[in-house]
């Protein structure tokens, strides 16, 4: 009877909750779309000097991917299962969903508010890596072309190497939790778990360095965005 009346008290609330969740991540997503234009001169320089990071870690591109390829044994596939595993839609959708629920069953406005941003960040990370992986056509590694072919636009996967949607989507998810639960050990974790997502890519040949270098700053703004912009709505 009790969890019954539990469940009679948060399915109204469930549903109200998630209609303003809805408007308030419209208004998040149209503040990220005019963010780049608001921005200050010390941004910029600070993006420029990402930017040339990316630009210096292609440099040892062709060396990490040689090496990260040839790694062998039962080591090296648990890794790669848990970096695989770790950047999945379920694993990302189910977290975020699971924090949704269980804020709005403890009337948790934080644990609520994380559920909401997860989404939100993976949706601008996957958004703006599969934009600019498009546009740019980078060949992957296992075509041996090189890390520095570009084609333009290209809609093949093997033409679709920079940056990493994988890798956007692990860290996107690191930098929300670690942010939100202020916890340095289970920040260590998360950036750990994505950066088990980073070597999953490149030992398996689909990626260069490069590529998870620029997705781990992409989705780790993305994250940092999201979560300051909710924080001023609030």
Request: aromatic content about 10%; charged content about 15%; glycine content about 8%.
């Amino acid at each position: 009877m009790k969890a019954r009346h539990v469940l009679n008290r948060m399915f109204p609330r469930f549903g109200s909750q998630l209609g303003t969740d809805f408007r308030g991540a419209l208004i998040i997503a149209e503040k990220l779309l005019h963010l780049p234009f608001h921005k200050r001169r010390a941004a910029y320089v600070s993006a420029a000097g990402l930017a040339t990071g990316v630009v210096l870690a292609s440099a040892f591109d062709r060396r990490i991917t040689a090496t990260a390829t040839k790694l062998s044994g039962p080591w090296v596939r648990q890794v790669n299962r848990i970096g695989h595993l770790y950047q999945t839609p379920g694993l990302i959708l189910g977290t975020a969903s699971g924090l949704y629920l269980y804020g709005i069953a403890a009337n948790h406005a934080k644990t609520r508010r994380m559920g909401v941003e997860i989404v939100e960040a993976y949706a601008a990370a996957f958004i703006g890596t599969e934009i600019l992986k498009h546009l740019l056509g980078r060949s992957r590694p296992f075509l041996n072309q090189g890390p520095y072919t570009f084609g333009g636009l290209r809609l093949r996967y093997r033409h679709t190497s920079f940056p990493s949607g994988d890798v956007a989507a692990a860290f996107s998810l690191s930098s929300v939790l670690a942010l939100e639960s202020q916890s340095a050990p289970l920040a260590a974790v998360c950036y750990a778990l994505a950066s088990l997502t980073a070597f999953q890519r490149i030992s398996t040949n689909q990626h260069w360095f490069s590529d998870t270098v620029a997705s781990a700053i992409w989705g780790t703004a993305s994250g940092f965005a999201v979560v300051n912009l909710n924080r001023i709505k609030e």
